[in-house]
């Protein structure tokens, strides 16, 4: 089982910006494909983007593009998401979350190692 811990949730205001980091295991983590989805109270959990193993490909939800950038640092065993411009919409648990594969970061269903999630809460 692989271990992702998130970290940077919290508080902003709307307008306001976030930045998401999740620590992946040592040794192995340049060998998943990377995501960040998010969860609201009563909603399904939702794919927002995807980073493949050296970083030469990405995928957006529609709802997020232009306003997040998903990156990853395989030295330090990181992945981020940068959150600009941010709604009470917005607010959600975010998880990330890893993948054998590189070429299905579009599909939520190939994604089946979770971090604990972090809060993010937008006020208006």
């Known amino acids: 089982q692989v271990q992702l811990v998130e970290s940077g949730g919290g508080v902003v205001q709307a307008g306001g910006s976030l930045r998401l980091s999740c620590q992946g295991p040592a040794g192995t983590f340049a060998s998943y494909g990377m995501g960040w989805f998010r969860q609201a109270p009563g909603k399904e959990r939702e794919l927002l983007a995807g980073?493949?193993?050296?970083?030469?490909?990405?995928y957006y939800a529609d709802s997020v593009k232009g306003r997040f950038t998903i990156s990853r640092n395989n030295a330090k065993n990181t992945v981020s998401l940068q959150m600009n411009g941010l709604t009470p919409d917005d607010t959600a648990v975010y998880y990330c979350?890893?993948?054998?594969?590189?070429?299905?970061?579009?599909?939520?269903?190939?994604?089946?190692?979770w971090g604990q999630g972090t809060q993010v809460t937008v006020s208006s």
């Open positions: 980073i493949s193993r050296n970083a030469d490909s990405t």
């Open positions: 979350a890893a993948q054998l594969w590189d070429r299905y970061l579009y599909d939520g269903s190939r994604y089946n190692m």
